[in-house]
């Protein structure tokens, strides 16, 4: 499985993904799940992929081939919306489906994948995108602060409970981490490393992009600190005296 | 769906469950998902449900049936060991299927539900089964502090962090209670009232059986608590400066 995170902030965008990918236990692999299409100075899209690995490296090639061919449809470089890039992202979507469907289908296999797209075109703001296997997606409105793709329940709570669109990038990066590490605490089909990207609204250029393993000072910091936040919370809480009583 | 959590101690057992039943998101009920069969002084055998609620409903029929008929083939309240009751359970379980699954799977439906059956019969430490929906079961060994039903995710990772076989009775109570209520904030259909009921070890007799509610102080108390300490202790962890210097 997977677990993504990209959230869409006042001030910017934070996007987090592991890298595990397994088909059945016994054979685990590492792939990256985030790939920027960037031009400096005037945009900055992010995509995240979950699912079939096969599905979402062919979405990937195929917008990635739109680019170097500058496809006269359009591509992620070209497009004056981040709109149109979710467009376009669904379309490569439906072309894969349209080519491996019958097959996975014939195999069993469902038409497995979903995508997040986002990040912002100058002369917008910062935009984010959920893409569905069928093509279509939403788009995150005022009320909406973060999508998730995957093993998205076991990090859900932590990102309720604190993280609103006037939160800091900072604090942003903190709660995905946080949210990051109690996924994969907690299902073995989540693992390290993680891909950290960040944005800055309206500067068009990537101000974060690194790769977050176990030799990660502030990421182990942050686990250990954390685990041991919620047991001291946990402690200082009452216990029901009336069980006691009786 | 449904939240259940049941833990086994080494002091006694503590089993949770809330009420909410959705067919779809316009048919929502309240039915309680805990059921408990007990002999006062030699056992108490508490039972969990998840999934079609008609078949747990059936299920529930079936065990309660052979207790008023004094079938036979033993019921809850006459076999010597838990294994016994889960092996009833499970054989229950498959009478439903054999009366239902036809027509479910003709309708389009699985066959869906589990089961916890755990308690105490004199003689015998504490036991906890999980009981799936082909009536074949699991018991909970020494690693094994607790099983869960339905809607798991959310609030799986508290009870890793802070339960072990060695925790107080109060301990997992708090800790079921939220467990429970981030199940609750991150997923609709899971909601109150909850039923919560204690078995103290050797003791083989109800320490509490309880209905909570939205006006229970207890539970309030820790939901306000739990979210007000999550948040500090989110304040509390260092940002990433690395970000900041950038």
Known sequence: MTYCVAMLLDTGMVFLSDSRTNAGVDLISTFRKTVVFKKDGERVIVLQTSGNLAISQAVVSILSEQINANAEGGHLLSVSTLFDAALLAGAAMREVERRDGEALKHAGLEFNANLVVGGQIRGEAPRLFSVYPAGNFIEATADTTYFQLGEAKYGRPIIDRVISRSSSL?????????????????????????????????????????????????????????????????????????????
């Open 170 to 246: 900072t604090q942003a990066i903190k709660c995905a981490l946080i949210s990051m590490d109690s996924t994969i605490r907690s299902n073995l089909s989540v693992g390290l490393p993680l891909d950290l990207v960040v944005l800055r609204r309206d500067q068009h250029s990537v101000a974060t992009h690194m790769s977050i393993d176990e030799s990660n000072p502030y990421f182990g910091g942050i686990r250990n600190a954390w685990g041991d936040a919620l047991r001291h919370a946990f402690v200082q809480l009452p216990e029901p005296e009336w069980l006691k009583e009786r």
